[in-house]
């Protein structure tokens, strides 16, 4: 049985297991010596380590919750990466989806002739058949043009 022996100035995960943050590094250390460190900013290698101890039953997810104040779905969903995909899964990029990509040529160019004639974003989206967040999309990346709206008049009784 191990006891408990830590350096000075280092945060118990456990009995095992503690972790010292100190100029600008997070090193974890088990019993008396350091088994991994990683920068404060690198949340990809926390997330990552972390997973590792609780996957292989060094920490409890518990644990690294009160430890850390990171939520118990968190936890989890780490936990998962790290049994799916392993270390790798953390610092591999993932492909992103651009709804942009619905709006070249000529749908992109009858997109701007409806909104030149004054149609709005909702019904421009209903006539192209994509989503309105697609078209305001389009818009803020200046691909697409929305000519002032004209107020309507409210009159006053």
Do not use: W
């Amino acid at each position: 049985m191990q006891l408990p022996m830590f350096p000075a100035g280092v945060t118990e995960i456990n009995n095992r297991v503690a972790v010292e943050a100190k100029d600008g590094q997070v090193c974890y250390v088990h019993g008396h010596l350091p088994v991994f460190q990683h920068e404060e900013t690198d949340v990809r290698s926390f997330r990552m380590f972390t997973s590792q101890m609780v996957v292989t039953g060094t920490v409890k997810p518990k644990e690294i919750v009160e430890t850390f104040g990171v939520p118990m779905v968190t936890v989890k969903r780490y936990m998962k990466v790290y049994r799916e995909r392993g270390a790798k899964g953390f610092y591999e990029t993932k492909a992103r989806h651009s709804s942009a990509s619905k709006l070249k040529g000529e749908t992109l160019e009858r997109a701007q002739q409806l909104l030149d004639e004054g149609r709005s974003v909702p019904e421009v989206a209903e006539e192209l058949n994509v989503l309105g967040n697609t078209v305001h999309k389009a818009i803020r990346a200046g691909r697409l043009r929305q000519p002032p709206s004209q107020k309507k008049a409210n009159p006053q009784p």
